[in-house]
């Protein structure tokens, strides 16, 4: 891979494309649509969130699982996998392949770290490759199912420590 080259701008360019996409979901849109009462500040707040993420710039302060354990009745792990897929392709779209392989990488992360603490490590929505080094990635389309798959002991201490918060 070449240099990850990403802008601040960038940054919210792909979160309002996601999330537009994300509100108008039949399976998402209720959730957030729901959730979110003020769109202008939850962008803003996720902009700084994926900035603190994707260029350290500390702008993030917060507690994703936190939010997100809120409305952990609402959010079924198959629900991740959908909000991948939407990520992916929206990343795909706007940025270059380097850069949406990093921001898909660290959203299955976020995805993981958030399904792990909702529904226990049982619910695993990402795979490892071993020629990725044993990195976590987003499994392709054709690959995801949404049935939760049991992971063993030793790979479930693993998930657990994986670096990297979560989206809000």
Same mark, same amino acid.
């Given at each position: +891979? ?51 993420? +994707?260029? @350290? ?6 507690? *994703?699982?936190? +939010?997100?354990?809120?409305?952990? #009745? ?18 795909? /779209? ?10 898909? @990488? ?11 603490? +909702? ?11 071993? /020629? ?10 054709? /690959? ?10 030793? #790979? ?8 990297? *918060?979560?989206?809000?």
């Amino acid at each position: +891979m070449g240099e990850i080259t990403l802008m601040q701008e960038d940054i919210m360019l792909v979160l309002s494309r996601f999330y537009a996409k994300a509100r108008r979901d039949a399976e998402l849109g209720p959730v957030f649509n729901d959730a979110v009462k003020d769109w202008s500040e939850h962008l803003q707040r996720l902009e700084d969130f994926w900035s603190s993420l +994707m260029l @350290t710039t500390g702008r993030y302060k917060g507690n *994703p699982v936190a +939010m997100h354990l809120i409305h952990a #009745d609402r959010i079924e792990p198959h629900m991740f996998v959908r909000w991948l897929k939407l990520w992916e392709e929206t990343t795909n /779209e706007l940025v270059s392949a380097d850069v949406a392989w990093e921001m898909q @990488t660290k959203a299955a992360r976020i995805a993981e770290r958030l399904n792990t603490a +909702m529904h226990g490590p049982e619910a695993v929505i990402v795979a490892r490759r071993p /020629e990725d080094d044993g990195r976590l990635r987003q499994k392709s389309l054709g /690959e995801i199912d949404a049935v939760p798959v049991p992971i063993s002991e030793k #790979d479930g201490e693993q998930a657990q420590s994986s670096s990297g *918060p979560c989206f809000t």
